[in-house]
């Protein structure tokens, strides 16, 4: 089992920044790819970045790419997701989640793919 811990949530005015990180445990970190996904009030939850296994390999959403980047320290068993340029619309529930295997990041981008989750930590911006 292992266990998902994310920080880092807040409010920001539209524009700035915020870097969420989660830090895993329980199992060996470097086995999995990491995955941040979303849900804002009344809509469904959605990907918005995942890594793989070592690093090498990313993949985001089309509404945060080039503001968002997603990044790992596997010898501190963290994921980080540093969001740039905030918009109202990010405005969500941002939770980290790990799956097994090693395939290409774009394969995380489905909540079926992922093993565990965190509980979440809420996200919200002004405008």
């Known amino acids: 089992q292992m266990h998902l811990v994310e920080s880092g949530g807040g409010s920001v005015q539209a524009g700035g920044s915020l870097r969420l990180s989660c830090s895993a445990s329980?199992?060996?970190?470097?086995?999995?790819?990491m995955g941040w996904f979303r849900q804002a009030p009344g809509k469904e939850r959605e990907s918005v970045a995942s890594?793989?296994?070592?690093?090498?390999?990313?993949f985001y959403a089309d509404s945060v790419k080039g503001r968002f980047t997603i990044s790992r320290d596997n010898a501190e068993n963290t994921v980080f997701l540093q969001m740039n340029s905030l918009k109202p619309e990010d405005t969500a529930v941002y939770y980290c989640?790990?799956?097994?295997?090693?395939?290409?990041?774009?394969?995380?981008?489905?909540?079926?793919?992922?093993?565990?989750w965190g509980k979440g930590t809420l996200v919200t911006v002004s405008s």
């Open positions: 989640a790990a799956g097994s295997s090693y395939y290409r990041a774009s394969y995380y981008q489905t909540e079926g793919a992922m093993n565990y």
């Open positions: 329980g199992l060996t970190f470097s086995r999995y790819a």
């Open positions: 890594i793989n296994w070592s690093g090498s390999d990313t």
